[in-house]
Antibody, heavy 116, light 108 residues
Framework: EVQLVQSGAEVKKPGESLKISCKGSGYSFSSYWIGWVRQMPGKGLEWIGIIYPGDSDTRYSPSFQGQVTISADKSISTAYLQWSSLKASDTAMYYC?????????WGQGTLVTVSS | EIVLTQSPGTLSLSPGERATLSCRASQSVSSSYLAWYQQKPGQAPRLLIYGASSRATGIPDRFSGSGSGTDFTLSISRLEPEDFAIYYCQQYGSSPHNFGQGTKLEIK
């Protein structure tokens, strides 16, 4: 059974750094792109970017380029989304999803709250 | 980048009725790389339709997708109580693989 399990909710202060994770199981993690999607409170879905764990090829939306970093460690079947300096506007639910072309399996989401 | 515009923003219908949701792209979506997702409160999105018209595994046949180029439609033939949710389209033919802003399907 394909599963994506994300790390738990985070509460951070503006300016702090953060790295959230997404662990895949039940399939060959290195062979499928993993994507990240943001959902701000009460809003729609926003495509952040994707990574191919096999060679770490990464693509970003222009809206998120330079704001976040996507990475992966194929040895432990885990993808990451990280911020070097959080802002209050980063408060959102973040989902990872497996990409076959469309996103076919999704993680449960990680809620990130940034507040002073 | 391709911008997707969904209409209507909110659709109010009763169980048993037919729902028709629209997704229009700012430029042609290559190879009909268009997907539809359903999201219920507090849940992650769920894939319904991919390739504009193929149902994902386990999706009931009351859900159907159609369209090509810049105009796509998700139809739900006979609404069940569990179908009331928010629906998003997404194009994955050219990066960034943007989503539409969503259509909320609510009980009338």
């Amino acid at each position: 059974e394909v599963q994506l399990v994300q790390s738990g909710a985070e509460v951070k202060k503006p300016g702090e750094s953060l790295k959230i994770s997404c662990k895949g199981s039940g399939y060959s993690f290195s062979s499928y792109w993993i994507g990240w999607v943001r959902q701000m409170p009460g809003k729609g879905l926003e495509w952040i970017g994707i990574i191919y764990p096999g060679d770490s090829d990464t693509r970003y939306s222009p809206s998120f380029q330079g704001q976040v970093t996507i990475s992966a460690d194929k040895s432990i079947s885990t993808a990451y989304l990280q911020w070097s300096s959080l802002k209050a506007s980063d408060t959102a639910m973040y989902y990872c999803a497996r990409r076959v072309a469309q996103f076919d399996y999704w993680g449960q989401g990680t809620l990130v709250t940034v507040s002073s | 980048e391709i911008v997707l515009t969904q209409s209507p923003g909110t659709l109010s219908l009763s169980p048993g009725e037919r729902a028709t949701l629209s997704c229009r792209a700012s430029q042609s979506v290559s190879s009909s790389y268009l997907a539809w997702y359903q999201q219920k409160p507090g849940q992650a999105p769920r894939l319904l339709i991919y390739g504009a018209s193929s149902r994902a595994t386990g999706i009931p046949d009351r859900f159907s997708g159609s369209g090509s180029g810049t105009d796509f439609t998700l139809s739900i033939s006979r609404l069940e109580p569990e179908d009331f949710a928010i629906y998003y389209c997404q194009q994955y033919g050219s990066s960034p693989h943007n989503f539409g802003q969503g259509t909320k399907l609510e009980i009338k």
